[in-house]
């Protein structure tokens, strides 16, 4: 009965490579949202979607492409990894303004 | 600006004392402000949240007080337990409250 769901939850690979993480939501939610956190714990917000649209594309290298099939999915495909895209990536969702509900993280790192 | 400062970063309290986490925020037309919880491992989760139109809201031991003419709000955690250590997460609504700005998060140690 999970609310916010993410996979995989840990993800090793090596540089250069091209990964995709993928996030749903049963709670019929409008709005998506990624976020990558640093080993400093900082939560910075690098995505939004509002019924599949793209609402916030923070300063993020184009090399991270979102991707919204429908309202209920997020998904998060990064191309051409570095060293320093190793960090653990959240995806959330909430109703616009509302309470954000997390999913349980993906740790990414990148040898 | 849509900046939300948190301090201090790192709080240790015996047990049985209160913490208190202070945040102070930058966009006057911010309305609502969620507090977040992320134990180790763990995934951040919603502990308590206030909106504009109330200064100060409480749930058990935990309290959220907000001046919106200071723009600072706190969290108050009375009787701390060793299961509240954790980091604690302000935030504020931003940029027309259609996404939330966080603070950088607060290392709270519960010492037995």
């Known amino acids: 009965d999970t609310a916010v769901s993410q996979t995989p939850k840990y993800l090793v690979t090596q540089m250069g490579n091209d990964k995709s993480i993928k996030c749903e939501q049963n709670l019929g939610h409008d709005t998506m949202y990624w976020y990558k956190q640093d080993s400093k714990k900082f939560l910075k917000i690098m995505f939004s979607y509002n019924n599949k649209e793209l609402i916030i594309n923070e300063t993020v290298p184009n090399r991270f492409s979102p991707k919204s099939p429908d309202k209920a999915h997020l998904n998060l495909h990064i191309n051409s990894l570095e060293l320093g895209d190793s960090a653990v990536y959240f995806c959330a969702s909430s109703q616009l303004t509302g309470e954000q509900f997390f999913g349980p993280g993906t740790r990414l790192t990148v040898l | 600006g849509e900046n939300v400062e948190q301090h201090p970063s790192t709080l240790s309290v015996q047990e049985g004392d209160s913490a208190v986490i202070k945040c102070t925020y930058s966009?006057?037309?911010?309305?609502?402000f969620p507090w977040y919880k992320q134990e180790l491992g763990k995934r951040p989760q919603l502990i308590i949240d206030i909106r504009s139109n109330v200064g100060e809201k409480k749930d058990q031991r935990i309290a959220v007080t907000l001046n919106k003419t200071a723009k600072h709000f706190s969290l108050h955690i009375t009787e701390t337990q060793p299961e509240d250590s954790a980091v604690y997460f302000c935030?504020?609504?931003?940029?027309?409250?259609?996404?939330?700005?966080f603070g950088k998060g607060n290392q709270v140690v519960v010492i037995p």
């Open positions: 935030a504020a609504a931003v940029g027309g409250n259609n996404r939330l700005a």
């Open positions: 966009d006057s037309a911010s309305n609502y």
